[in-house]
């Protein structure tokens, strides 16, 4: 199908891995209907792995796990979407998901009829068990056809971490979205580690098809033992989540968000609906950014005269730069073209003023300033 801006939504993953349950999708459906989440764009509720039984049943068919959900996968789907909200779920190309689950390898069109028949408006196609005779180039390519072939709009969203080049060949394949990354964890490195690794091909994401560069763990608690549910992570500061959001957002990539939504800190919440900085993710034209002069300074043409411009700094804080540059020459305007820049601050939403040949700001280690921008005469 095709899908215009970023999808955006929740998934199970980040937080609760396998301890997923009817009544944790039920609350966490309410809580995106109520409390501002839907409103502000995130539309799919996503449930992750382990969701199903061990085994198929006799004829086939995937089987919702009956301790999980004892009303079935529709029942869920029905309630989802009685407030409001897209439904997805998740599958895998292989023969089992990556945690061991019946994965699609083999039975793609019927599960994909299954899907359909749930009520499914998303799914999330995994890589792991893969047979390696046969390359994800057909295994996307199978599964597009079999969503489609279901007879239900489904956003096709892929998962291969990045591997095969998948953004040479995921929009022709017919992914709505392709997983450009490995997994994501709780702390700054897995984060910028992931930032960087995407910076050459930014330009492959558009309209239809995006690069997206896995889902947030914004708002999450820290996780260190390896017991119990979620992703492992130390945490990140505020200035590291601000960060975190603010790159996912000038990217254009896909908002997950990732965090257990019965139990976030207010900081989080208002980061994950800053309207300015969604909009910058959600932008129409859906172009991506470029690195202007400086490693860290980020300009992106957005639709309707405005601009984006972001700085985010690597370093410990203190370390380099001490201070975030932008000539303005750098993004063609030239000094007397009688133009400039009028900035708005993206997190504040205050007016810092206009500009006319170049800005500069103090942006603390392992944090980012954001801007939506104007170009403006000048008087
Ligand atoms: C990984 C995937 C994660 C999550 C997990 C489930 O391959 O990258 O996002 O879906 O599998 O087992």
Redesign the pocket.
């Known amino acids: 199908m095709f899908v215009k801006k970023p999808p955006m939504g929740w998934n199970s993953?980040n937080t609760f891995t396998h301890a997923i349950n009817e009544e944790l999708i039920m609350q966490t459906a309410d809580i995106m209907a109520n409390e501002g989440y839907l409103e502000a764009g995130y539309e799919y509720l996503v449930i992750?792995?382990?969701w199903s039984e061990r085994e198929r049943d006799k004829n086939g068919n995937l089987v919702a796990d009956h301790e999980k959900f004892p009303h079935g996968m529709k029942y869920v789907a029905d309630y989802v979407h009685s407030k409001g909200l897209k439904f997805g779920m998740?599958s895998c190309d292989g023969i089992l998901?990556?945690?061991g689950y019946p994965g699609s390898f083999g039975h793609e069109f019927e599960d994909a009829k299954y899907f359909a028949e749930v009520g499914v408006d998303y799914l999330?196609y995994?890589?792991?068990y893969k047979v390696a005779s046969v390359p994800n180039t057909t295994t996307y390519q199978k599964m597009a056809l079999a969503l489609k072939a279901s007879g239900r709009d489904i956003v096709f969203s892929a998962?291969n971490?990045g591997t095969e080049d998948v953004h040479t060949w995921a929009r022709s394949r017919g992914t709505d979205l392709f997983?450009s990354t490995?997994?994501i964890f709780n702390h700054f490195e897995s984060m910028q580690n992931i930032a960087d690794s995407q910076k050459d091909k930014l330009a492959f994401a558009g309209p239809g098809c995006y690069n997206d560069v896995?889902?947030l763990v914004v708002g999450m608690k820290p996780k260190t033992d390896e017991s119990g549910a979620g992703v492992q992570g130390d945490g990140m500061t505020e200035g590291e989540q601000r960060y975190h959001f603010a790159w996912w957002c000038m990217v254009g990539s896909p908002l997950m968000m990732g965090c257990d939504l019965r139990d976030v800190s207010d900081e989080a919440k208002k980061l994950m609906l800053n309207k300015n900085l969604i909009r910058i993710n959600q932008d129409i034209e859906c172009r991506p950014p470029y690195m202007a002069g400086h490693k860290n300074a980020w300009f992106r043409n957005l639709s309707n005269n405005e601009y984006a411009l972001g700085f985010f700094n690597d370093a410990e804080d203190g370390g380099w730069p001490p201070v975030s540059y932008l000539s303005f020459n750098e993004i063609g305007l030239t000094p007397n073209c009688g133009y400039g820049l009028e900035l708005t601050d993206a997190f504040t939403g205050e007016k810092v003023g206009v500009f006319e040949h170049d800005f500069k700001v103090k942006v603390p280690g392992h944090d980012c300033a954001m801007y939506l921008a104007k170009v403006v005469k000048l008087s």
């Open positions: 993953w992750d792995d382990c998740y998901t990556c945690a999330k995994d890589n792991c998962c971490w997983r490995g997994d896995d889902m």
